[in-house]
């Protein structure tokens, strides 16, 4: 290996690092906590190392919505590939989602809710952001109905269960009702 693979190789280490240690204290603290101080006290390297890799805070956020979305991905198809029927692949997908965002909020926020400098809905948007709606359509378009485009349609099922995320950790919706809400969505949604 020579010494330029070598120092890639660290460089990358260190920017997994960096992201890992921002994600966990973000989900622990919230991302109020999370500062370039804060970091390199944590990871044991000095700020300007920090900024070598990013050029600040939102970098930062943009790097740990690009995994999480990658993440969401997985979750995705993993939970409707494990169900048979296209009422059932919805279903799975909208517990999935949900779950996802109930377990990992700060990953969540970064996604949806924080200026992490990505850009969405358009040909610049990031490769893990396309593949995590890509797998939102994969179940969704088969169930959009005749004379309905399947990106919209996914568009606003999405947009359903980001609603419900978002009103119940604001404590808008109570949780108790996540299984009836996600079944009116399902039926209300989907032509089966």
Do not use: C
């Not at 290996?1 to 280490?13: D, F, G, I, L, N």
């Not at 930062?60 to 692949?89: S, Y």
């Not at 004379?147 to 009103?167: D, M, N, R, S």
Request: no cysteine; proline share 4%.
């Amino acid at each position: 290996m020579s010494v330029q693979e070598r120092k890639q190789r660290e460089r990358a280490q260190r920017e997994r690092l960096i992201v890992a240690t921002a994600r966990e204290l973000a989900e622990k603290q919230g991302w109020d906590a999370v500062t370039t101080r804060q970091l390199a006290e944590r990871i044991e390297y000095s700020q300007p190392v920090l900024y070598s890799h990013f050029r600040g805070k939102r970098e930062i956020i943009g790097a740990v919505a690009l995994e999480g979305a990658t993440e969401m991905a997985v979750a995705i198809r993993a939970a409707t590939a494990a169900v048979d029927g296209p009422r059932a692949r919805v279903t799975a997908l909208a517990y999935a989602y949900l779950d996802f965002a109930e377990r990992n909020p700060a990953v969540y926020d970064a996604l949806f809710q924080l200026d992490g400098g990505l850009t969405y809905a358009s040909e610049e948007t990031p490769a893990p952001l396309k593949d995590a709606f890509a797998a939102l359509l994969e179940s969704l378009g088969e169930v959009a109905g005749e004379g309905v485009e399947p990106g919209l349609f996914t568009e606003v099922f999405w947009a359903a269960l980001h609603g419900l995320v978002t009103l119940t950790r604001a404590g808008r919706l109570l949780p108790e009702d996540v299984e009836r809400r996600v079944e009116l969505v399902v039926d209300r949604l989907t032509v089966l």
